[in-house]
């Protein structure tokens, strides 16, 4: 089970960490979805077992990390310079498909997410 914490209320500009911790240790890839209400669920970054595979999603590539700590179960999403756009409510899932990295559906053990806000 995957469970994600860190979500908050926060001004535009500023930062916030997600984390996706697991109960038990897992050799899957990880990734972090978001969906906005009214729009489809969006790949935001996914990151392998070892860390040295990563992907970030094109509207948030230059704000947004990943990055993971296989010692405490742990994948985290370090995201900056949020904007209002970036509201969501944010999911990490195991990817078990051999599909397409970015597709959702390749994905599955979904947390129950954590709800960023950005105002402005």
């Known amino acids: 089970q995957l469970v994600e914490s860190g979500g908050g209320l926060v001004q535009a500009g500023e930062s916030l960490r997600l984390s996706c911790t697991a109960s038990?240790?897992?050799?899957?890839?990880v990734g972090w979805f978001r969906q906005a209400p009214g729009k489809e669920r969006e790949f935001v970054a996914s990151?392998?077992?070892?860390?040295?595979?990563?992907e970030v999603g094109n509207s948030v590539k230059d704000r947004f990390t990943i990055s993971r700590d296989n010692d405490k179960n742990t994948v985290y999403l370090q995201m900056n310079s949020l904007k209002s756009e970036d509201t969501a409510l944010y999911h990490c899932?195991?990817?078990?498909?051999?599909?397409?990295?970015?597709?959702?559906?390749?994905?599955?053990?979904w947390g129950q997410g954590t709800q960023v806000t950005v105002s402005t």
């Open positions: 038990v240790r897992s050799t899957y890839i």
């Open positions: 990151i392998n077992w070892s860390g040295r595979s990563i």
């Open positions: 899932a195991y990817k078990v498909g051999v599909g397409p990295l970015r597709a959702s559906s390749e994905y599955a053990y």
